[in-house]
């Protein structure tokens, strides 16, 4: 066996070959430049001869919560359509007169606007599109803003309907003409995937409604109810792609969000409360918020860093649910991997 010298490679074809997930793909650098990129392992354990490959594109899941609706909402914010600190009800019709109507986009942005933990949109409002939105935007808040973080989905959904409400523009369109397309990000788009994109996808888990495992298909239930696209999750995109993001963060584009939604984000935006929030990023697991690392992660398995103090950045995407629920082993990876790209 030929030597492996890059150790992320050695970690990541270690970690594949101990059945953490099918295969990864990574790349680390810095503001202008990438230092480290490679991939391992198989696209699908079924098909032995399709290697990963830099150009595999991934269900993102979450990750889509930055690279669409926080990148979108810091357009906004930079153009003075949103006021952070405004009440919704005060430029929003939706929102008037419901409980969400003193819940601020900065609340949703720290996980603080006490929102329904879990999403559960058909449970609740049907498979209509337009009752889901009517009900998640009528739901009754667990808590008053402000008085605790947790992680919800909601929070991204609900700013997305935001920004198409502000703009009267699809969430699809707005991150393409605002984010995607000025940074060079001409492999990132929602789901679903055209058959040729399709191939050369990351299939996640299996289906029981279609029977097969998804493949270019978004497998976030929510996002699927509404089809497809939505601020929860259903982008798909490349290590590549990814990169250039980050790299907008450490060395800004002139045109896309500015430097100072940037900075403003990647710091503590929750006061005393824990754990710790930024602007929809978050301290890595395993750091403290002086070490100026963060981090979002998908449930697909896939996960970013960016450390604007250091200059670097990371991605690490993998399938991870194409095996397994559990996240544990892959989590484990995920440190070490953060621990060689910060270090």
Request: aromatic letters at 8%; charged letters at 25%; a neutral charge.
């Amino acid at each position: 066996m030929a030597q492996r010298s890059d150790p992320f490679e050695r970690l990541l074809d270690d970690a594949v070959r101990a059945g953490v997930c099918p295969g990864m793909v990574w790349a680390v650098g810095h503001g202008r430049t990438t230092v480290s990129e490679g991939a391992v392992g198989l696209l699908d354990p079924e098909r032995p001869g399709e290697p990963m490959r830099h150009d595999t594109l991934f269900d993102v899941a979450s990750l889509t919560k930055v690279l669409a609706v926080w990148a979108v909402v810091g357009t906004l914010v930079d153009a003075g359509k949103i006021d952070l600190t405004a009440p919704l009800g005060d430029y929003w019709p939706e929102a008037a007169g419901r409980p969400l109507a003193d819940v601020t986009a900065h609340h949703l942005l720290t996980h603080t606007a006490g929102m329904p933990l879990r999403a559960n949109l058909r449970h609740l409002y049907g498979s209509d599109p337009q009752d889901v939105r009517d009900g998640v935007l009528a739901e009754r808040l667990r808590h008053r803003p402000g008085e605790a973080v947790a992680y919800t989905d909601r929070a991204a959904l609900i700013l997305g309907f935001l920004a198409e409400h502000l703009t009267r523009r699809p969430l699809p369109r707005l991150a393409e003409e605002r984010v995607w397309s000025p940074l060079g990000m001409a492999e990132t788009r929602y789901g679903p995937l055209a058959a040729p994109l399709k191939e050369r996808c990351a299939p996640t888990e299996y289906d029981e409604e279609s029977g097969r495992h998804l493949k270019g298909t978004v497998h976030d239930f929510s996002a699927r109810l509404l089809g497809g696209a939505c601020g929860i999750a259903g982008v798909f995109t490349t290590t590549g792609d990814v990169g250039r993001f980050l790299r907008h963060l450490l060395a800004p584009v002139p045109g896309v969000f500015s430097a100072e939604w940037t900075a403003g984000s990647l710091r503590v935006r929750t006061g005393g409360l824990e754990p710790p929030r930024g602007l929809f990023w978050h301290p890595a697991p395993g750091t403290a918020p002086a070490d100026d690392v963060w981090s979002h992660f998908g449930f697909t398995g896939t996960g970013m860093w960016v450390s604007p103090s250091r200059d670097r950045w990371a991605v690490l995407l993998t399938n991870r649910l194409r095996l397994t629920r559990d996240p544990g082993p892959l989590a484990r990876v995920r440190e070490v991997f953060r621990t060689l790209a910060f270090r």
